[in-house]
């Protein structure tokens, strides 16, 4: 097996040890196990524990923050770009419940300060909501959105993603995304609306 074949792997192992017990509960030697590897090797590729664990998160953070700037991207219409980065969160997290599962534990654990890697884990999450406030700004701007808070907002929007795909309903991506954006958007529109019967 090639070098990075082998990295590869232990990564996908490690994340899926990491995901189902706490940090503390896993040992590299379950890790090595896991991935059919010896110990030394880990450690040829990883210094330690800490190094492997946020080696990682930040692999999915980025991968999905790329998928979102895509997303964004494609898109002039405000209301599409959103369905479209709501689309790519969805979707990423669907199609990776383990790395969704240990993203969700870094978001619990979030909040200022911290080591080098939790600094850089605040600024990979920072850009999500980046994204997602782009959008958002960019509805506001067109008047097609009445976002007053659009950072808040974004938060808002990025936390319905956790609760519909931990709602035990059975819906597909499509119908997810449909949920997130409508419900947001319905809300959003008719308080834009009723301003406007009011200006008028």
């Not at 600024?123 to 097609?144: P, T, Y």
């Amino acid at each position: 097996m090639k070098s990075q074949d082998r990295r590869d792997k232990i990564l996908v192992c490690a994340a899926r040890l990491f995901a189902d017990a706490s940090y503390d509960e896993v040992l590299m030697e379950d890790i090595a196990r896991e991935a059919g590897v010896a110990k030394g090797t880990l450690y040829s590729h990883f210094t330690d524990k800490d190094a492997l664990y946020f080696t990682v998160v930040f692999d999915g953070i980025s991968k999905l923050n790329e998928r979102l700037r895509s997303a964004a991207d494609q898109n002039h219409i405000p209301e599409e770009q959103l369905r479209a980065v709501m689309h790519a969160i969805v979707t990423y997290f669907s199609r990776n419940r383990v790395f969704f599962r240990l993203l969700s534990m870094e978001d619990a654990k979030a909040g200022p300060g911290g080591s080098e890697s939790r600094q850089r884990w605040q600024a990979e999450r920072s850009e999500q909501i980046d994204v997602i406030e782009s959008v958002l700004r960019g509805g506001v701007a067109s008047g097609e959105f009445h976002v007053p808070h659009p950072r808040l907002q974004a938060h808002v929007l990025r936390g319905m993603v956790r609760s519909v795909l931990t709602s035990g309903e059975k819906l597909s991506t499509a119908q997810m995304v449909d949920v997130i954006v409508d419900t947001f958007l319905d809300g959003a529109c008719s308080r834009s609306s009723d301003l406007a019967e009011i200006a008028s």
